[in-house]
């Protein structure tokens, strides 16, 4: 095996306004919003929007009734502290953050060399608009 994930799929507070950011922030990672489907799985209960992409799948999925109202933490146990999304250059970082300042997404640390991870470690963090925790990072000089 390869270490290689095949789908992610994130719980989000308001579907409808998660996927108004998703549909928007997913083609600055090379996604292709014609490529989205929705869903109603009856069984578990939840609505879930997948972003289909030949090397990753990534969905939003409506919350359980009965954790609707929970807050958000990426510090609590079980949850996802954030999620990565490569880069090929530095400059597609600065492209990527000229387009999330658009887009409305909470800048967390503008585009750096994070010396702490690595000497190449280029980086911009920002948060969706429930405060989920994303990252676009390149580690090529």
């Known amino acids: 095996m390869r270490p290689i994930i095949d789908h992610i799929q ?3 507070k308001d579907l409808k306004v998660a996927e108004k950011f998703y549909d928007r922030f997913l083609p600055i990672v090379g996604f ?16 879930v929007i997948e972003y289909t992409h030949d090397l ?8 359980r ?19 990565a999304f490569k880069a090929d ?8 953050y000229k387009d999330l300042i658009a887009i409305g997404a909470n800048i967390v640390s503008e585009p750096q060399i994070h010396p702490e991870y690595s000497p190449n470690y280029y980086a911009v963090y920002f948060k969706d608009l429930e405060n989920i925790k994303y990252e676009i ?4 000089e």
């Open 10 to 12: 994130i719980t989000v």
């Open 32 to 47: 292709d919003i014609n490529k989205k489907v929705t869903a109603f799985i009856q069984e578990h209960d939840f609505h």
């Open 56 to 63: 990753l799948a990534f969905a939003i999925t409506s919350p």
């Open 65 to 83: 009734e009965a954790f609707k109202n929970d807050t958000i933490n990426r510090r609590k146990p079980g949850a996802i502290h954030h999620l």
């Open 89 to 96: 250059s530095r400059e597609d970082v600065d492209k990527a």
């Open 137 to 140: 990072v390149c580690t090529k």
